[in-house]
């Protein structure tokens, strides 16, 4: 196997995932899959993001979706609306761009403010157009093994730990952290990659004895630098998914600077996880609009 560029191989420390560098191979991959099937059915894949309320992360995330999406050559619809929005509405809204031929992906920005039921929303999206890989059917086609969109983030993280590794089968992934957006799908997603899966979550027991027998890492807990160089397996796979804003700055969910001395692999915060989230964001897109249009397509996320 070789190594991509996105790996860099440092001596002394684990080799460094560059999640950016990641994320713009394959956005070139998807963005010539995406011209192809434009030409064939005569109109660009299109990505509608929805933003209620006016969180100022979410202006960042959203922003850089927007960019992203067009430089891929598909067309980015956004719909901002105030916090105020009745669920009501917005599920209207859902509905209109369920309705409109022309949108192959429908994303609503999390999280929504507190009067709404986030799920119910959710529920709303047209299976066929859910990008995100969050709807009650997406979720169990995850389970069955069967079809379907994939949730973003894990996605992210299993693609790169199999340009790190190569085949998974047999390897012990811990995974930290139980939520539905990111630890319950990455822990289905390793399974399917023929991991044998730990599910750790705040309840687990000696938790660094359990992320000590991971030879893949997937820290997912929101807390920041919680992870410690002592959890780490020597020469194990690091993905960091946390995103944390400190008085430091943005820092993810593992010590970083302590950790790359032990791990053989790890993703940096910023410049992993995160931009790779929107990368698989863009292949879950133009994957919708060529399934909907009844097209073919090479999945920009496998081989
Ligand atoms: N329905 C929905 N789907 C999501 O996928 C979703 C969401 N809601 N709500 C918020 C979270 C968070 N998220 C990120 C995406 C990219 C970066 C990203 O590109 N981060 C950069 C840094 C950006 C910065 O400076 O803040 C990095 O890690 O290098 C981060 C976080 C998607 N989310």
Known sequence: MTTPDFIRHREGLASLIDGKLASAALDSAVAAQSAALAARIGRKPCLAVVLVGDDPASHVYVRNKVR?????????????????????????????????????????????????????????IDPAKDVD???????????????????????????????????????????????????????????????TVTLAHSRTRDLPEVCRSADILVAAVGRPEMVKADWIKPGACVLDVGINRTDAGLVGDVAFGPSEKIAGHITPVPGGIGPMTIAVLLANTLKAAAARTGEKITDPLRG
């Open 68 to 124: 992203r999406t067009e430089a891929a050559g598909m067309i980015s619809q956004e719909f901002r609306r105030p916090d105020d929005l009745g669920e009501a509405e917005l599920i209207a809204l859902v509905e209109t761009l369920n309705a409109d031929p022309a949108v192959d992906g429908i994303l609503v920005q999390m999280p929504l403010p507190a009067h709404m039921d986030a799920r119910r929303v959710v529920e709303a």
């Open 133 to 195: 890989g969050l709807t009650a059917t997406s979720a169990g086609r995850l389970v069955l093994g069967a079809d379907g969109l994939r949730p973003c983030t894990p996605s992210g993280c299993v693609w790169l730990a199999r340009q790190a590794l190569g085949d998974l089968s047999g390897l012990h992934t811990v995974v930290i952290g139980r939520s539905i957006l990111v630890g319950k799908p990455a822990a289905l997603l390793f399974l399917e990659q023929d991991c």
